[in-house]
């Protein structure tokens, strides 16, 4: 297989930190792990691995097709969209994964089916998917294998009265069911404090190096930093312009990289002008427009770079959130499938 152009470095040893400060953060809980959309874009069977070894046991995708994808990893898979029609057969014959029931169609699906052990999401507010507390209370899951009740917090990184209220809508209903566990922090929720960790938390984005609340900053490490190779590097005389509409012009001479990145690769275009590379400890700005497969970089710092080096860019998620205006979960998922995924 030809090595790609791209690269993205990923750090087991900050992954691990992460998760364990979430654990430490999560007091008597369990600590689990989000690993839908592959992994948050770093390849979920990797991130699997790294926590499993490091002692995680509970692991959260979106869909039938992620659960199936981590069959061989031998850990326990909750599938948080639940099961439709097209889902049964597969979710039926899977010994590692269980379904997140969303709705009274889907409990009825799986009780009708025979289904055995699953999760319960139950709406305390958010409005997106769950049944209604009031339904629980009612005994909608009496005679049901449920392993976690759990539900989701709408406004975890504000300080928002929802999250009292829901919290205490999934606390009203312990002892109302079967269910071995509650839960409700995502990573944002574990900075709420203890009370909020119930039995089991459900950290997602903070493990990538995302920082959601102003409580977690310094406390999570940066997990992910995409490298591009240089495909040309050129000058740029005086006056001169770069790129699409020309909308960087050099007022000196200006020695230019051309990299093998762009927006279908995630480096997205709201970095032009504004995204930067670094090379030890300069800092070489990005320049003109950065357009589908590449990005200019102003080098004049490092005149040892030539053609096929590579070059970091600067990803820190918080920082690169505020720059570009885009959440630190679309940084992350949108990093694109052109990158060879290196751990180190």
């Not at 070489?284 to 070059?311: F, N, Y």
Request: proline letters at 3%.
């Amino acid at each position: 297989m030809i090595a790609s152009p791209l690269r993205l470095r990923l750090n087991r040893d900050a992954l691990v930190a992460n998760w364990r400060t979430l654990a430490a953060m999560s007091g008597t809980a369990a600590c689990g792990a989000a690993v839908k959309a592959n992994g948050y874009g770093l390849g979920a069977r990797e991130v699997v691995q790294h926590l499993a070894e490091a002692g995680c046991r509970d692991f959260f995708v979106a869909t039938w097709r992620e659960a199936l994808a981590l069959a061989e990893c031998g850990v326990a898979v909750s599938v948080l969209h639940g099961v439709r029609d097209a889902d049964m057969a597969a979710a039926l014959a899977s010994t590692h994964a269980r379904p997140v029931l969303n709705s009274v169609q889907q409990l009825r699906r799986w009780r009708d089916a025979g289904g055995g052990a699953c999760d319960v999401m139950v709406d305390t507010g958010m409005n997106r998917l769950g049944i209604r507390p009031e339904d629980v209370a009612a005994g909608l899951l009496d005679g049901m294998q449920v392993e976690t009740l759990m539900s989701h917090l709408a406004c975890a990184d504000e300080d928002s009265p929802l999250n009292g209220r829901q919290r205490d809508s999934l606390a009203a209903l312990r002892g109302r069911t079967r269910a071995r566990r509650m839960s409700l922090a995502n990573s944002a929720g574990i900075a709420l404090g203890t009370d909020y960790a119930f039995d089991l938390t459900r950290p997602g984005v903070a493990l990538y190096g995302a920082v959601p609340v102003p409580a977690l900053t310094g406390r999570i490490r940066q997990v992910v930093t995409p490298e591009a190779q240089i495909l040309q590097r050129r000058l740029v005389p005086a006056g001169a312009g770069i790129g699409y509409n020309l909308t960087w012009t050099a007022a000196a001479d200006t020695e230019v990289a051309i990299l093998n990145l762009g927006y279908a690769d995630g480096y997205l275009r709201c970095f032009s002008g504004k995204g930067r590379a670094m090379l030890d400890e300069s800092v070489l700005p990005v320049i003109g427009r950065v357009s589908m497969d590449l990005t200019a970089v102003d080098v004049s710092a490092a005149p040892e770079l030539t053609e096929g080096d590579w070059l970091a860019m600067d990803y820190d998620l918080p920082t690169m959130a505020a720059l570009s205006g885009l959440s630190q979960y679309e940084l992350l998922t949108g990093l694109g499938g052109r990158y060879d995924r290196v751990w180190g």
